[in-house]
């Protein structure tokens, strides 16, 4: 079983719906990090967080310590969102521990 | 512009060869992570950097080295090249080490032919 699961692996929605994609981890984690992957493979930080939730334009993201669970919303998705969504956990040893992606995809 | 430059952008090179790819961090940025992402695979950490020394190794193969320069800038060196080193290689920075955010260059293509 891998540290961090994400989930969906892959999801398609139509412009305009409220997205989430669910990461959930195995490990004890100082840090959870949200990133986006451009189709061209350009990588961009969305939020770091170890606790409650954050916000920036329509992303929202999630954490719950407890049930070693975050998520991340999207509000009003629109096609410039389609990218793959990573998650990765900071252990311990403060060294990042990778998921698989969520691949999306926003019609228009 | 995460202010973490990578060059060169595209790489192409023949089995058997070594290439040096090289990383500027942010400036201010201690810290430089390596990470490797073959084809329709996730993001495998390879080394990171902390002030010119080495903190942390992951999957990374003999072949391959690091260095952090004083400069704090970085190079991945990759030798005797196989056609499955082919990926894309990030380099990312962060302040320090703990649980600061890691941002990402634009990564280097390397294909191997």
């Known amino acids: 079983k891998n540290e961090v699961e994400q989930s969906p692996q892959n999801l398609t929605a139509q412009e305009g719906e409220f997205i989430t994609i669910n990461c959930s981890y195995s490990?004890?984690?100082?840090?959870l990090h949200w990133l986006q992957q451009h189709p061209g493979g350009g990588i961009v930080s969305l939020f770091m967080?170890?606790?409650?939730?954050k916000k920036h334009g329509r992303l929202i993201a999630t954490i719950n310590i407890q049930e070693k669970h975050s998520s991340l919303h999207i509000t009003a998705s629109h096609p410039r969102d389609s990218a793959v969504y990573i998650c990765?956990?900071?252990?311990?040893?403060?060294?990042?521990?990778w998921g698989a992606g969520t691949k999306l995809i926003i019609k228009p | 512009d995460s202010g973490v430059t990578q060059t060169p952008k595209h790489l192409i090179t023949a089995t058997g060869q070594r290439v040096t790819l090289r990383c500027s961090p942010r400036?201010?940025?201690?810290?430089v992570y390596w990470y490797q992402q073959s084809l329709d695979q996730g993001l495998q950490f390879l080394i990171q950097?902390?002030?010119?020394?080495?903190?942390a190794k992951g999957n990374i193969l003999e072949r391959f080295s690091a260095q952090q320069f004083p400069d704090l800038h970085s190079e991945l060196n990759l030798s005797s090249l196989e056609l499955g080193d082919s990926a894309l290689y990030f380099c990312?920075?962060?302040?320090?080490?703990?649980?600061?955010?890691?941002?990402f260059g634009p990564g280097t293509r390397l294909t191997v032919l």
């Open positions: 990312a920075s962060s302040v320090v080490v703990g649980t600061s955010e890691q941002f």
């Open positions: 400036s201010g940025d201690l810290s």
């Open positions: 950097y902390y002030n010119g020394e080495e903190r």
């Open positions: 490990v004890g984690i100082s840090a």
């Open positions: 967080l170890s606790s409650g939730k």
């Open positions: 990765a956990v900071k252990g311990s040893n403060y060294q990042l521990i």
